[in-house]
């Protein structure tokens, strides 16, 4: 009778760790292919959120070489522009709209293919979205609209008074967006 007890208890503990590592390879499956979206400009502060989530995010994953990128999952870069204001420039036969519409989508065109370079660099996956309007908004928008795992947004290290009068992406989007965001600090400046 023992010997048929624990034979039942070992089929028991067989299926247990089984059953574990089903359950863990589905976590590493989703974990792997998580979709992470990045908000770009062109300050120094929206790069070192890119570094740091290609790094902290996509880099720890023990990823050997040979892994295809798109095993790992996706970073979804978005630059927004801001609106135009026509009123500020005269229509008139100088063409100075176009010229200034022009110059935003290569600017627009710069960062994200200096962005592309470093996702490239450590071998993940990435995707491009260029939208226009209000940044905060566009946003939280784009990260609802594309499901994506979580927001990473860049912090330029506003004082109280700053922030209070020009406001901030980052802080908004904490409060508005239906995903995790996650605000990356600078390093601090050393006082040498």
């Not at 026509?86 to 010229?99: K, L, R």
């Not at 600017?107 to 905060?136: H, W, Y």
């Not at 927001?151 to 290290?157: N, Q």
């Amino acid at each position: 009778m023992e010997a048929q007890s624990g034979a039942v208890a070992g089929a028991a503990a067989t299926t247990t760790t089984t059953e574990q590592a089903i359950l863990m390879e589905k976590c590493e499956q989703k974990q792997k292919k998580m979709k992470v979206m990045v908000a770009i400009d062109e300050s120094d502060g929206s790069f070192y959120a890119l570094k740091w989530a290609l790094d902290h995010l996509f880099g720890s994953m023990g990823v050997a070489p040979e892994t295809n990128p798109e095993e790992v999952g996706t970073v979804v870069m978005v630059h927004v522009q801001q609106p135009f204001q026509q009123y500020v420039f005269p229509a008139g036969p100088g063409g100075a709209v176009e010229s200034v519409r022009k110059a935003q989508e290569e600017n627009a065109a710069a960062i994200l293919s200096r962005a592309l370079q470093l996702s490239k660099d450590k071998m993940v996956k990435a995707e491009t979205l260029i939208l226009n309007g209000e940044p905060k908004d566009m946003i939280c928008e784009a990260a609802e609209q594309m499901q994506v795992d979580l927001l990473v947004v860049g912090s330029r290290g506003l004082g109280t008074i700053k922030r209070a009068f020009l406001g901030s992406v980052s802080d908004y989007c904490a409060h508005h967006a239906k995903c995790p965001t996650l605000i990356v600090k600078p390093p601090k400046k050393s006082t040498k």
